[in-house]
């Protein structure tokens, strides 16, 4: 059971911030080296709003490792889950 998806639109990521559903301009990506080896990295997305906030969360644990651009992180990697 298959829902029939619109096949023609890239779907737009969207800001992992909860409840936001603004378009990511932006691309946290941080390691919790609890869980993570060194060269993994977790992504969240981000709109302008919220990547302040996103960076302090993940800052304050010293999880961040980098920020940058969507079209920017996109360039340089396949596209990754953003769960989690
Ligand atoms: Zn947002």
Redesign the pocket.
Known sequence: MTLPLPDTSPVTP????KG???D?VWVLAWNNPKLHTPERRKTWL??????E??SKFLGVRGFLKDVMKLDEWEDRRPPESTEG
């Open positions: 969207q800001c992992s911030a936001c559903r603004a990511a981000a709109c302008e709003e919220h990547r906030h996103l």
